[in-house]
């Protein structure tokens, strides 16, 4: 059972424009909410991450945007380009195991 | 500092038999996480090693086992391979606070 549920799959788009992932959780015991960057063949990297009582992050063209109450978080990148395409994961971890629980993934694609 | 070292890279085993992956985290980080990558299950977190002592435990059957070395160093077993184990093995070294996981760039692993 997937407890963070992330969308979209997959997602195209051209350069210069902005990538968005959602991903929405249920479980209130989590704590940490990483997202994590994969190219093929590579393990994932950790790219930004946000606590629960930050409502936004910002690093270069990446942003979080973290709704506690909605229990909702989502990746932003701005000005996409070719180079950000790759396999993005949210994750949550809990609180009492540190456990990372991953989103499915959102395969991104980047146009030129 | 030399990243997460993960080894062997590729390995192709028979249904039955077993196998031994090795994972040395970075340089002063002590706990180690394992996590199975496959594209129907995505990212699903096997276990944790802090200081020779498994910590956590995902829901896996008992034919996964794992191990920490006093150096840090970490093994996992899967033993009666099964087709379904095919995947890509991940491992992950956790910093100090456990605020952060760096991940390898894993083993795939083929069943056939």
């Known amino acids: 059972q997937q407890q963070v549920k992330q969308s979209p799959q997959s997602l195209i788009v051209q350069k210069g424009g902005i990538s968005i992932i959602n991903c929405a959780y249920e479980?209130?015991?989590?704590?940490?909410f990483p997202w994590y960057q994969q190219f093929p063949g590579k393990g994932p990297a950790l790219l930004i991450a946000?606590?629960?009582?930050?409502s936004e992050k910002k690093e270069g063209r990446f942003t979080i945007s973290f709704n506690k109450s909605a229990k909702q978080f989502s990746l932003h990148i701005m000005d996409s380009q070719p180079g950000d395409s790759a396999t993005y994961f949210c994750?949550?971890?809990?609180?009492?195991?540190?456990?990372?629980?991953f989103g499915a993934g959102t395969t991104v694609t980047v146009r030129a | 500092k030399a990243g997460v070292t993960q080894t062997p890279r590729y390995l192709i085993k028979t249904r039955g038999q077993q196998v031994t992956l090795s994972c040395s985290p970075i340089?002063?980080?002590?706990?180690v996480s394992w996590y199975q990558q496959t594209p129907g299950q995505g990212l699903q977190f096997l276990f944790e090693?802090?200081?020779?002592?498994?910590?956590n435990k995902g829901n896996f059957p008992g034919r996964f086992s794992g191990r920490q070395f006093s150096n840090s160093r970490s093994e996992m077993n899967v033993s009666t391979l099964e087709l379904g184990d095919s995947a890509l093995y991940l491992c992950a070294s956790i910093n100090t606070g456990r605020t952060e996981a760096f991940f390898g760039q894993g083993t795939r692993l083929t069943v056939v």
């Open positions: 946000i606590r629960p009582d930050v």
């Open positions: 090693y802090f200081s020779e002592t498994q910590r």
């Open positions: 479980n209130t015991a989590f704590d940490y």
């Open positions: 994750a949550a971890r809990g609180s009492n195991d540190y456990k990372l629980s």
């Open positions: 340089s002063g980080h002590r706990s």
